[in-house]
């Protein structure tokens, strides 16, 4: 028998950096993944003559380009900031905030065509031991600021979500019949991945971000866009392992990811076999639904486990995170991108 790790991916909250604060910086500090995203700029506006009091979202679904409007009758006392990219007011007597955008996922019910964010930049940030996250690594990011650069002008709003590894498990049957007598792993993976008693470590990261990148290939990634053998990689196939797994899902997250290799959706199910691994099934890196046609793959469990996931991801209801009391202040870091 062979060993599968699967990990369990959740995104933290999608919004722009220019908007960010201290409470979101605080909510990220577990987090060493993030994506970089985009999608077609949404704005928000008073209702005007006809409803003073409402909150208009106006944006534009994602291929066809046409224009969705959503009228908010619920959010009293509202303000509107920042040429029309924030908002505020109370709703049943709490005080909420938000982007434009999060306003139009929440009204559409997470439709598609309006949770929809094209990956732009998949990456890492861990450090020595852990001291580095999503948050930190956001502050001073280059790839983040030519993200904005390049899409500013264009009518498209950028963003930034930090991932957290919420849980890593193993399993020691993949469904090969033969036993090579490689169970030395069962020890080393409780050692290599938690040590410490951290929700991850510097390995997972390091094999995460490479999945991920692999699985999405972003446009605006030029390392790691092929799964194929790294340090990383190596280190598991030594102890006996030959299948990962990942589940990327929030159940109440907006964002629906994707690119122009994978469909936008709320959920994603990535599987990889390590490359060179003992009794290698010629499988490499892609969706579960990839090997269905394989029988000796693991996608009789874990692919319907996987199936009931999207199902609940799309049925359970939307969820807006507030951070903070109030707006947050216009980052200076991007005061640019008004």
């Given at each position: 028998?062979?060993?599968?790790?699967?990990?369990?991916?959740?995104?933290?909250?999608?919004?722009?950096?220019?908007?960010?604060?201290?409470?979101?910086?605080?909510?990220?500090?577990?987090?060493?993944?993030?994506?970089?995203?985009?999608?077609?700029?949404?704005?928000?506006?008073?209702?005007?003559?006809?409803?003073?009091?409402?909150?208009?979202?106006?944006?534009?679904?994602?291929?066809?380009?046409?224009?969705?409007?959503?009228?908010?009758?619920?959010?009293?006392?509202?303000?509107?900031?920042?040429?029309?990219?924030?908002?505020?007011?109370?709703?049943?007597?709490?005080?909420?905030?938000?982007?434009?955008?999060?306003?139009?996922?929440?009204?559409?019910?997470?439709?598609?065509?309006?949770?929809?964010?094209?990956?732009?930049?998949?990456?890492?940030?861990?450090?020595?031991?852990?001291?580095?996250?999503?948050?930190?690594?956001?502050?001073?990011?280059?790839?983040?600021?030519?993200?904005?650069?390049?899409?500013?002008?264009?009518?498209?709003?950028?963003?930034?979500?930090?991932?957290?590894?919420?849980?890593?498990?193993?399993?020691?049957?993949?469904?090969?019949?033969?036993?090579?007598?490689?169970?030395?792993?069962?020890?080393?993976?409780?050692?290599?991945?938690?040590?410490?008693?951290?929700?991850?470590?510097?390995?997972?990261?390091?094999?995460?971000?490479?999945?991920?990148?692999?699985?999405?290939?972003?446009?605006?990634?030029?390392?790691?866009?092929?799964?194929?053998?790294?340090?990383?990689?190596?280190?598991?196939?030594?102890?006996?392992?030959?299948?990962?797994?990942?589940?990327?899902?929030?159940?109440?997250?907006?964002?629906?990811?994707?690119?122009?290799?994978?469909?936008?959706?709320?959920?994603?199910?990535?599987?990889?076999?390590?490359?060179?691994?003992?009794?290698?099934?010629?499988?490499?890196?892609?969706?579960?639904?990839?090997?269905?046609?394989?029988?000796?793959?693991?996608?009789?469990?874990?692919?319907?486990?996987?199936?009931?996931?999207a199902e609940m991801a799309s049925n359970s209801p939307a969820i807006l995170r507030i951070f903070g009391e109030a707006r947050p202040p216009l980052n200076p870091d991007f005061s640019a991108w008004r």
């Amino acid at each position: 028998m062979t060993g599968m790790v699967t990990f369990q991916l959740s995104p933290l909250h999608t919004y722009q950096r220019r908007l960010g604060n201290e409470e979101i910086d605080r909510a990220s500090s577990d987090a060493h993944l993030y994506v970089i995203s985009r999608r077609r700029r949404t704005v928000v506006s008073k209702g005007g003559a006809f409803s003073p009091s409402a909150l208009i979202a106006q944006t534009h679904a994602g291929a066809s380009g046409r224009e969705l409007k959503f009228i908010v009758n619920d959010i009293r006392d509202a303000e509107v900031f920042d040429n029309g990219s924030y908002w505020s007011g109370y709703y049943r007597g709490a005080r909420v905030h938000g982007e434009a955008w999060h306003l139009a996922a929440m009204a559409s019910h997470r439709k598609i065509e309006v949770s929809a964010q094209e990956v732009l930049y998949v990456g890492q940030a861990f450090g020595t031991e852990g001291s580095r996250n999503a948050s930190i690594r956001a502050k001073s990011h280059s790839m983040l600021i030519r993200a904005y650069e390049e899409n500013y002008a264009s009518d498209w709003d950028v963003f930034f979500t930090p991932i957290v590894v919420e849980q890593t498990s193993v399993s020691n049957d993949d469904h090969i019949t033969l036993d090579d007598g490689n169970w030395k792993w069962v020890d080393e993976f409780c050692e290599l991945f938690s040590p410490d008693g951290r929700r991850t470590n510097g390995l997972s990261v390091d094999i995460l971000e490479h999945m991920l990148i692999a699985y999405f290939e972003p446009t605006m990634n030029t390392k790691l866009l092929k799964w194929t053998a790294t340090k990383a990689n190596r280190t598991l196939k030594e102890l006996g392992l030959r299948l990962l797994s990942v589940q990327f899902y929030s159940l109440h997250e907006l964002s629906a990811f994707f690119s122009k290799k994978r469909h936008p959706s709320l959920s994603h199910a990535i599987a990889a076999e390590i490359p060179g691994s003992i009794h290698g099934g010629g499988f490499t890196l892609g969706e579960y639904s990839d090997l269905q046609t394989r029988p000796q793959s693991f996608t009789n469990i874990v692919g319907k486990s996987m199936n009931s996931i999207a199902e609940m991801a799309s049925n359970s209801p939307a969820i807006l995170r507030i951070f903070g009391e109030a707006r947050p202040p216009l980052n200076p870091d991007f005061s640019a991108w008004r």
